[in-house]
């Protein structure tokens, strides 16, 4: 049995791709150790391991945070790879890449990160990324392999910026599940939600993070409302910033045209998307992130900020809107024309279906890709040319 000890300072079950990646790892034969600071459920072929340091659930990036995360999680690295030793250390994201690499350094197994793109692009060029050591140093450690999602905040770049050799970048878009569909009538799922049957549904999707900036949405439906009444916007997701967006409803006084759903099982995700008219994105990173490819292959007409590398994948006029920064407060005119115009909101949501049936990896393509990688990398091990 061949084993991948993953260190990660994130949750596995509350992020469907996350979960599909080491899930199908786990379905290929391989036994999964995955050591996080988080409760998540373990499953066939997946072991998981807690860190048990309660300041270590606050995982947001603070330096003091990932020193802690970087003793501990290292600490009960060891302690499984002593019982169990790992055939391949899996550094997941910021927190997992130099704990990982300690742990590969000691053990001389292969080492391979993992990063859900990254924040770095934008500060690239400026005097001083110290802020940012903790982001600027995984890129540096010296893995076998950097698994970049490429999400359209521009990793590869990041990478050959801070001299990482190209043969160790790997820029791969995450998989999605090209035959999601709906296992709820949409009707019944809008009485559930409180909507009339006739509502026109705009849809967001997304943790409820300040970069995320769903308050641009929010801001969006005074304008709308006074066109149209029988438009909502359902807001699915959790985090920090969900208090502040509901008081900003409040505020604007619509809050009746605002539902804040939480968060949701990664399978009901088509059931929700069945009921958006428009789906909307307007991130300042990137765009480009899981559930908007969701939205795409469940044929959704999309509003999408021209953000990070977004522009590459969601064509203005063509499988999708394509808003500049400068035309954000013209986002309650492009809403209502398409709520008016079926037509059209058909036309973009068939091609945008279209495009993503035929350029995004499915779930078992991506991992595949991992898998062989694995698979090199242990052989090149065994050979001694590693």
Same mark, same amino acid.
């Given at each position: 049995? !061949? ?30 150790? @995955? ?56 550094? @997941? ?5 130099? +704990? ?43 893995? *076998?392999?950097?698994?970049? *999602?490429?999400?359209?905040? @521009? ?27 709906? #296992? ?12 009339? !049957? ?11 993070? *300040? ?30 910033? !969900? ?28 059931? @929700? ?7 909307? #994105?307007?991130?300042? =990173? ?5 559930? #908007? ?38 986002? +309650? ?14 036309? =973009? ?26 698979? !090199? ?7 001694? #040319?590693?």
């Amino acid at each position: 049995m !061949k084993r991948i000890l993953v260190i990660s300072g994130l949750a596995l079950w509350n992020y469907g791709p996350r979960w599909e990646v080491f899930s199908r790892f786990a379905r290929s034969g391989y036994e999964v150790h @995955y050591v996080s600071p988080f409760n998540d459920k373990a499953c066939e072929g997946i072991y998981i391991h807690k860190i048990y340091v309660p300041l270590l659930k606050r995982m947001e990036g603070r330096l003091f945070i990932w020193f802690l995360f970087m003793i501990f999680s290292f600490k009960l690295a060891m302690e499984i790879a002593k019982k169990s030793r790992p055939h391949i250390i899996y550094g @997941y994201e910021i927190f997992g890449a130099f +704990p990982a690499y300690m742990l590969s350094r000691i053990l001389r197994t292969p080492l391979v990160l993992r990063f859900q793109g990254t924040i770095l692009y934008p500060h690239l060029g400026k005097k001083s990324l110290l802020p940012l050591f903790h982001h600027v140093l995984a890129f540096k450690v010296p893995a *076998d392999h950097i698994i970049i *999602d490429n999400d359209g905040t @521009y990793g590869d770049l990041v990478a050959r910026s801070l001299k990482v050799p190209e043969k160790r970048i790997k820029l791969w878009m995450l998989g999605v599940d090209k035959a999601m569909y709906p #296992t709820v009538n949409p009707l019944v799922l809008k009485e559930k939600l409180g909507l009339p !049957k006739n509502a026109k549904v705009i849809m967001s999707i997304c943790r409820l993070a *300040d970069w995320k900036r769903v308050d641009r949405l929010i801001k969006a439906v005074p304008h709308m409302v006074e066109k149209r009444k029988d438009a909502f916007i359902v807001i699915v997701g959790e985090g920090s910033e !969900k208090a502040r967006l509901k008081n900003l409803a409040y505020k604007l006084k619509i809050s009746k045209y605002v539902k804040f759903i939480g968060h949701i099982p990664y399978r009901d995700i088509p059931n @929700y998307l069945a009921i958006a008219d428009v789906f909307v #994105t307007l991130q300042d =990173l990137t765009c480009l992130s899981a559930n #908007t490819l969701e939205a795409m292959v469940c044929g959704k007409c999309i509003i999408a900020l021209n953000s990070g590398n977004t522009r590459h994948v969601i064509k203005n006029n063509q499988n999708g809107i394509l808003l500049n920064y400068s035309e954000l407060h013209l986002l +309650p005119h492009f809403l209502l024309e398409l709520l008016a115009d079926e037509k059209q909101r058909t036309l =973009l949501a068939n091609n945008a279906k279209r495009y993503a049936i035929n350029n995004f990896w499915t779930w078992e393509e991506r991992v595949e890709a991992e898998i062989k990688l694995f698979k !090199k990398l242990t052989r090149e091990r065994t050979r001694g #040319t590693l």
